[in-house]
């Protein structure tokens, strides 16, 4: 079969969308310099709704008679709390004091959480394959965490930064667990929508502690500037692009752009903060790659 420009289309989305979704760790590491990081995730996310509210009220107010119920509440408050919450503010509070290059290496190893706890709780079948594999892929995590440095292992000294980011990629992976086996009755876009909005309620108390006792928001340019674009560009063009390309390839393929969103971040590290890529980071991206192709090999 020839390839026409149909069929490149989604190949091209597939190269295109993680460029917008690595943009999220430029926010993690330049934004945080002007904007405290909860507030920033909390307006991020309020702004999102904000702006998709305008585009799906109408069909989401005829959703809305079919899911009204507590128990569709409660579950897309733990999707907004899971995916805009924990994977909101985890990655702005790891900015502070780690790299693009560290957090986008660590957030790679979300597949793989996504296949221990479908194990641990939905039953899912485990071989040995895919246990080395997992095994690959938390000693690649934890050679970026101690900066290949057996002595930070020993001393118990870690850069807070990265515990961070780790705990977004569980946070991720719970987050698109339950995505996947909670069923709704809500179009993508109208769910997106709410998902955003339950996310900035539950980063709201966050946000007030933050504001009052430890750096409150100075709403200037530069916070609008922010916020605005971790809302547009990580936020509502990447998840857009993601929603068609994996209309067109399907979640598997569609899942290697966790991997470009890698190359990108390192990128972007590289460019526009002057970061240096050393040797632990190629080992352990080496062994995070293997552990995810183990993972998914059938």
């Given amino acids: 079969m020839s390839y026409s420009k149909k069929n490149i289309y989604p190949f091209f989305l597939l190269l295109i969308q993680p460029i917008f979704m690595a943009s999220n760790l430029i926010v993690a590491r330049g934004g945080v310099e002007f ?7 909390f307006w991020r996310w309020l702004f999102v709704f904000l702006i998709l509210i305008l585009f799906n009220y109408s069909a989401l107010r005829k959703d809305l008679i079919k899911i009204n119920n507590k128990k569709e509440y409660f579950k897309l408050f733990i999707l907004g709390a899971t995916g805009c919450g924990i994977c909101g503010a985890f990655p702005f509070i790891a900015g502070q004091t780690t790299t693009i290059v560290n957090m986008g290496i660590i957030y790679t190893s979300s597949p793989i959480f996504i296949i221990l706890i479908s194990c641990l709780f939905f039953r899912e079948k485990f071989n040995l394959i895919k246990i080395i594999g997992l095994l690959l892929c938390l000693i690649g995590v934890f050679i970026i965490i101690i900066r290949g440095d057996i002595n930070l292992l020993l001393n118990l000294t870690f850069n807070p930064g990265d515990i961070w980011m780790l705990g977004a990629a569980i946070g991720w ?3 698109s667990i339950y995505l996947y086996n909670w069923n709704s009755n809500l179009k993508v876009f109208p769910r997106f929508t709410l998902i955003a909005l339950f996310g900035a309620i539950s980063l709201f108390p966050f ?35 993601y929603t068609i390309t994996q209309k067109y390839l399907g979640a598997t393929v569609t899942g290697f752009t966790l991997y470009l969103f890698t190359i990108y971040g390192s990128f972007f590290g590289i460019i526009f903060f002057g970061e240096i890529i050393q040797y632990f980071h190629y080992l352990g991206a080496l062994l995070v790659f293997m552990g995810i192709y183990l993972v998914k090999k059938k």
Avoid: C, M, R
């Fill in 173 to 175: 992976a719970i987050y």
């Fill in 207 to 241: 946000y007030l502690f933050e504001e009052i006792n430890l750096a409150p928001t100075t709403f200037s340019a530069d916070f609008f500037k922010w916020t605005l674009f971790a809302a547009i560009s990580p936020g509502i063009i990447a998840f857009s692009l």
């Fill in 35 to 41: 904007v405290p990081p909860i507030s920033l995730a």
